[in-house]
């Protein structure tokens, strides 16, 4: 059948794909209703948000020093330090199921935009 078999929901899309995607278990209504919340006038972002917006603030931060990084103009001291600063937040991840990267969190974020400020010239606050 064209476009995805009767059994997967078809349309040939990710979602639906899988029996357990249509209990709602991973779909967009299950993932992301909880981003507002009733405030006393209108809707208010809730903490789901807000760690949303923090986690693509930190990506944002990693690839500008990425692509600093990639760009060849830095000294290698310097490059060396920053490495190392995204090397640690990689190793942090790897080892969060066993319980290991979760602290020092703060600490870890605070130098990410230390870091990315420095290579922005701006002084860190």
């Known amino acids: 059948m064209k476009g995805g078999s009767r059994r997967s929901g078809g ?10 995607s249509a209990t ?7 993932n992301c209703r909880a981003m507002l919340a009733a405030g006393p006038d209108g809707p208010v972002t809730s903490v789901r948000f807000e760690n949303v917006r923090e ?10 020093i990425q692509k600093a990084l990639l760009s060849g103009k830095m000294p290698v001291a310097e490059a060396g330090k920053y490495r190392q600063l995204l090397d640690e937040r990689v190793n942090a991840a790897r080892v969060y199921s066993l319980g290991l990267g979760q602290t020092r969190w703060q600490d870890r974020d605070r ?3 230390q870091a ?7 002084p860190a606050r």
């Open 24 to 30: 709602g278990q991973t779909g967009m209504g299950a």
């Open 11 to 20: 349309g040939g899309t990710l979602y639906a794909r899988y029996r357990a």
């Open 111 to 113: 130098r990410l935009y």
């Open 116 to 122: 990315a400020a420095e290579i922005a010239g701006q």
């Open 55 to 64: 986690g693509i603030a930190n990506a944002e931060a990693v690839i500008f």
